[in-house]
């Protein structure tokens, strides 16, 4: 393929991705999108990036939910970098991520087939299928899509590799290279060997006389990246270590692998019709063969392998997909237990080998019945509609895609049974204000799933939020219960210690939070109002400041850094903490009522009167508040009203020491 027709169906792939996925840019974070990205405080800083490669806590919060991903995070980091944090600069580099991707398919199809056709037709479907629109909508799904295309390219580089002796061996080191880098993205790579020899078998150029090759030859070829693929895998599990291992699924092996053959057949399934996606199926777990969806999965199975022996000879780039297609995906979809049996967007990886086949079945039908232009004018007219409804598919499903509410709403309705689906939405709901229909669905969640400790957690955040302080601490109790270990449940056992004013307890929930999750925002936030309610300035301070240098303070932090300021002597410091503050939380009336008495001093006497007006009005304004409410109104000559005041004043606080300062 010459260089211009490299840059031509580059600019196909482009444009194609463009078309489908232009909707998509402004689609918010979901699901593992909070731990994994909006919670991980690692990701705020380039700094960090050398860290990524030896500590696993930077991947997640969540000891359960880590991996170990350094290029994976590297890439976030730059995302985040580039877009402050900001959903569209995470899409944007997916976007470009999946536009490599659908090129070295086509890339790889031009190689199979010798067709430029055939190369636009691979690119074109893979990057607008609507089957593949988790990976590029979902931001932790990056580990998946970005894997996967380093997987192709590396793959790519072994095939121009064996083009020419003379080079083999220096292509063959770029290729190794990048398959570490596909490995250290995430350890679904470790297939490649069963795919080179897969390739070798059937399309290579020694297939007809392997048994004549130098032996040294094939250790050279295959060595390096088995033992790159082998040493990634044992550093990873030597890494995780064994809490992310216990995390990935109760099942057993063997259920999971029967279990497998329904997914696989639905992955097919979803490539000739795409209508039942669903971003968090629910499967019952098959258990023996001769379940009845469980034994035809299995006859497919076995019909695909005998299709694909018998065409090994005359149509080996059908026997080859079929190859990739089952292997690429063992690494997720096959015995190792995971908790999901069937999320979309590990398909990815196997994806290529559909539209590979489809090409091979194509050219099996039409091959030596038409004429080059023929074949180009059928392509064209069978194409052209079927993947303009695909575009307008993707672009459709992008939509539910959007926001945690139009995902999850989906979810639901695809998967009722899904405790995860009613939590999320519950949560969707609350960010909409429906405080009643989020606990309905929290309930649900807790019903459906009861060894889910999230369903709990979230309980307690909406029992804080409406003063159920009762409802707070048995839904405490419930999460500890269920995951004693989980940094969310710790971290939301301290703010109802700290609600309930227990601070010593709720010290010692945040700390704990913290050797769960060093670094963890939210935790370091908890501990340092504890320390703070506890007298302990100069234990709060540090942590207080760390935050407010993150931008990651909230109104009661603001708060507490303001008081410690004032005690200090800063002055303008601490009103400008309380000033944030009240800006993010208006009703922060503590705040609110140390700003108006610094504003008093100050002689900024209208500016303090606005604020206790506002504690007033709220009903928030303490003695001490009417006091210098009725104080500043009589510094400025407004004695009625500062009468009315004191009046009040009298009224809610009869023996208020300071009253008879208040003498006009």
């Not at 539910?400 to 049974?417: G, H, R």
Request: glycine share 6%; aromatic share 10%; with cysteine.
């Amino acid at each position: 393929m010459s260089r211009r027709s490299l840059a031509v169906l580059f600019v196909v792939a482009l444009l194609a991705v463009a078309a489908a996925y232009g909707n998509s840019l402004d689609n918010g974070f979901h699901f593992d999108d909070g731990h994994s990205i909006e919670d991980n405080v690692h990701l705020t800083s380039l700094a960090n990036i050398p860290r990524f490669f030896t500590d696993v806590t930077t991947f997640s919060p969540l000891a359960e939910n880590r991996a170990y991903r350094p290029l994976l995070l590297v890439s976030f980091a730059i995302s985040h970098a580039l877009g402050g944090g900001a959903p569209w600069a995470y899409h944007l580099i997916t976007l470009l991520l999946h536009v490599l991707g659908a090129w070295i398919v086509g890339l790889v199809a031009y190689r199979f087939f010798r067709r430029t056709e055939a190369a636009y037709f691979a690119a074109v479907v893979f990057a607008v299928h609507p089957l593949l629109t988790e990976p590029v909508n979902y931001v932790s799904a990056r580990s998946s899509l970005m894997g996967s295309v380093l997987y192709f390219a590396a793959f790519l580089l072994y095939l121009r590799a064996r083009d020419d002796d003379r080079r083999e061996l220096p292509r063959l080191v770029v290729a190794n290279a990048v398959l570490l880098l596909a490995l250290g993205t995430k350890l679904l790579a470790i297939t490649i060997i069963a795919v080179i020899v897969a390739w070798e078998l059937l399309l290579g150029p020694d297939r007809d006389r392997l048994r004549a090759i130098d032996a040294r030859r094939w250790l050279a070829r295959l060595a390096p990246p088995a033992l790159i693929a082998f040493g990634f895998a044992v550093l990873h599990e030597s890494v995780v270590g064994a809490t992310a291992r216990a995390a990935r699924s109760h099942v057993t092996p063997w259920s999971h692998l029967l279990t497998q053959t329904r997914v696989w057949q639905r992955y097919q399934a979803l490539y000739v019709w795409p209508e039942d996606l669903c971003a968090d199926l629910v499967m019952r777990w098959s258990q023996v063969p001769w379940e009845g969806e469980t034994a035809r999965a299995i006859l497919w199975v076995l019909l695909l392998g005998g299709i694909a022996w018998f065409a090994r000879k005359k149509i080996p780039v059908l026997a080859f997909s079929v190859v990739w297609f089952y292997v690429t995906l063992s690494p997720t979809n096959s015995i190792v237990p995971l908790a999901e049996p069937a999320t979309e967007h590990r398909v990815y990886v196997a994806a290529p080998a559909l539209v590979w086949a489809t090409i091979a079945i194509a050219f099996r039908l039409f091959a030596g019945r038409l004429d080059d232009r023929a074949v180009r004018r059928l392509a064209l007219i069978v194409s052209a509609p079927i993947v303009a409804a695909m575009i307008f598919a993707t672009s459709q499903r992008n939509h539910v895609w959007k926001d945690e509410y139009t995902l999850w709403s989906d979810v639901i309705e695809c998967a009722p049974d899904n405790g995860r689906a009613h939590l999320n939405y519950g949560r969707a709901l609350l960010g909409r204000g429906d405080r009643e229909g989020a606990r309905r669905e929290y309930e649900a969640c807790a019903k459906q799933w009861p060894g889910y400790s999230f369903c709990y957690v979230n309980l307690v955040v909406l029992d804080l939020l409406e003063k159920r302080y009762d409802l707070a601490e048995l839904h405490a109790q419930q999460a500890e219960r269920v995951a004693p270990d989980n940094v969310y449940t710790a971290i939301w056992r301290g703010e109802v210690d700290l609600a309930r004013e227990r601070f010593d307890t709720a010290e010692a929930a945040f700390a704990r939070a913290l050797a769960i999750a060093p670094g963890f925002s939210d935790a370091e936030r908890g501990l340092a109002l504890a320390r703070f309610e506890l007298g302990r300035l100069d234990d709060a301070r540090p942590l207080l400041e760390r935050l407010r240098d993150a931008g990651r303070l909230d109104p009661r932090g603001w708060f507490a850094l303001g008081y410690i300021e004032e005690v200090s002597g800063a002055v303008e410091p601490a009103r400008v903490a309380y000033d944030n503050a009240v800006r993010l939380d208006p009703t922060a009336a503590r705040a609110r009522y140390n700003l108006a008495r610094l504003l008093q001093a100050n002689g900024q006497l209208d500016a303090a009167i606005r604020h206790y007006r506002v504690l007033e009005a709220e009903r928030s304004a303490t003695p001490d508040a009417l006091f210098n409410l009725a104080l500043a109104l009589h510094q400025l000559g407004r004695d009625d009203e500062a009468r009315a005041v004191r009046a009040q004043l009298m009224q809610n606080a009869p023996g208020y020491a300071r009253i008879g300062e208040l003498s006009f």
